[in-house]
């Protein structure tokens, strides 16, 4: 395993932790401090901004977890990766992609989530 893809692993970790304790902890391993995170519906700014967000989300889905269902694919500062969102009984809520920047020391700086399969050509 790649140090990207630990990065992008211990990050999906902490949008599935629901102990805010744990989830900053994380969070410092993955994302610069003054990182971004947008998604359609909400975006964040700087560690507390997305530990703030991540515990929003998991507020709306209690039980539920993020894992990754690709490989991560990476070149120069870029990365891009699928994940699911799950539901404690095992169905997938939510499916879609992440494309992130990496900081200089290998966390990621700004990650931005698309949701569901990429649209169909007009």
């Known amino acids: 395993m790649s140090d990207v893809t630990t ?10 932790e629901p102990d805010t ?14 990182g971004v995170l947008i998604d359609p519906p909400l975006d964040a700014s700087g560690r507390q901004g997305i530990n703030d967000m991540v515990g929003a989300v998991l507020g709306q889905f209690p039980g539920h977890r993020f894992r990754r269902v690709s490989g991560v694919d990476s070149h120069h500062d870029a990365v891009r990766y699928g994940w699911e969102l ?3 009984d095992g169905t997938v809520t939510l499916a879609g992609m992440d494309v992130a920047l990496l900081a200089s020391d290998g966390r990621l ?5 698309f949701f569901g399969d990429l649209p169909a050509k007009d």
């Open 21 to 34: 304790e744990r989830r900053t902890e994380l969070l410092e391993k993955s994302f610069a401090a003054d």
């Open 86 to 88: 799950v539901a404690p």
């Open 7 to 16: 990065t992008v692993d211990t990050y999906l970790e902490a949008y599935s």
């Open 109 to 113: 700086q700004r990650v931005t989530g």
